[in-house]
């Protein structure tokens, strides 16, 4: 059965009722259900105002309206903020099934600007294709979020014509909220002790029948995100991590991320860094791969900076554990790393 509280249904279904939602004088907030990577469940309420400044600082920022091809699940805020913005624009979506791919839902589009939100995985599996990389490069732009964009990957696919914009956000603030570093029109970014402070008109309202969940997020007007992050001099954020991926090995805090992302620098994969208790160091450093070819813990190490960060395990699976959004599972994981 199709409904926004929560967002659930096709999406065809979703699209009608967010046409329907947007219409209304004064429609209740939608609900997105989501269990998130560490596997706690939650229901944010996002506001009609809030997904319109969302969606209107989006289309501002990509150079006016377009028409876009849904390849995510509708359900989420990502896929539903592509319904969305595809009503704010008048515009009717391409909505791809299993079948599909991007070079088919580009040849369906009719508009002049088009736009298409995929999650990194997605991005890295069509570079592998040579006709996937094509279509891809037709789009306008291509929006890569839900997890961190290897920059190697980012050089090849821009390499190949495609225009990477790099999004960072989070249901709580209706999706993409700051574009390659650089927040959105009415964004505001602080960081808090390492911590990654978010304000704007497109924050969410609460979540939903939990008061004092809702309260340790929301601080005067702010969102205290579970990121890490710093602004470089030129204002811009970088993400180094999220503060419950950080573990304690040996007494060193070693950011999980940021061990994956110096190993993916230099080792093109997927990788995923994670802690399990150990009776030494309290926490062992674990390096989770998805690799054909042979690799060796020493090799893995080697490309880790300072050395005290450095996995002291290795785990090669044949593919990454991820969420029904394309994010890496870290719930499973962990399990994986826990039975290796």
Known sequence: ????????????????????????????????????????????????????????????????????ALNLPPSYVAGVQVLYRSVLAGTQPVLMDHDDDFAASRHRMTAERTFVSVVPTQLVRSLEDGVETRALGRYTAVLVGGGPLDPGVRRVAESSGIRVVQTYGMSETCGGCVYDGVPLDGVEVRIDDGQVLLRGPMLFSGYDGEAE????????????????????????????????????????????????????????????????????????????????????????????????????????????????????????????????
């Open 1 to 68: 059965m199709s409904s926004l509280r929560p967002v659930s249904g096709t999406a065809e279904e979703i699209l009608g009722l967010l046409r329907e939602w947007d219409a209304a004088d004064e429609p209740e907030p939608i609900v997105i259900a989501t269990s998130g990577s560490t596997g706690r469940p939650k229901r944010v309420l996002l506001s009609r105002a809030a997904m319109r400044a969302s969606a209107l600082a989006t289309q501002q920022r990509l150079g006016g309206p377009g028409q876009w």
């Open 213 to 340: 969940r809702t309260a340790r997020a929301l601080r005067d007007g702010w969102l205290a995100t579970h990121d890490l992050g710093v602004l470089g001099d030129d204002g811009r954020l970088r993400i180094l991590g999220r503060a419950d991926d950080v573990i304690i090995s040996g007494g060193v805090k070693v950011p999980a991320q940021a061990v994956a992302d110096a190993i993916k620098a230099q080792w093109r994969g997927e990788v995923v860094v994670v802690g399990v208790p150990d009776e030494e160091w309290g926490e062992r450093v674990v390096a989770v791969v998805a690799a054909e070819d042979p690799i060796a813990l020493d090799s893995l190490r080697d490309l880790v900076e300072p050395r005290a960060w450095a996995p002291r395990q290795l785990l090669v699976v044949q593919e990454i554990p991820r969420l029904s959004n394309g994010k890496p599972d870290r719930v499973a994981v962990r399990e994986l790393a826990l039975r290796g």
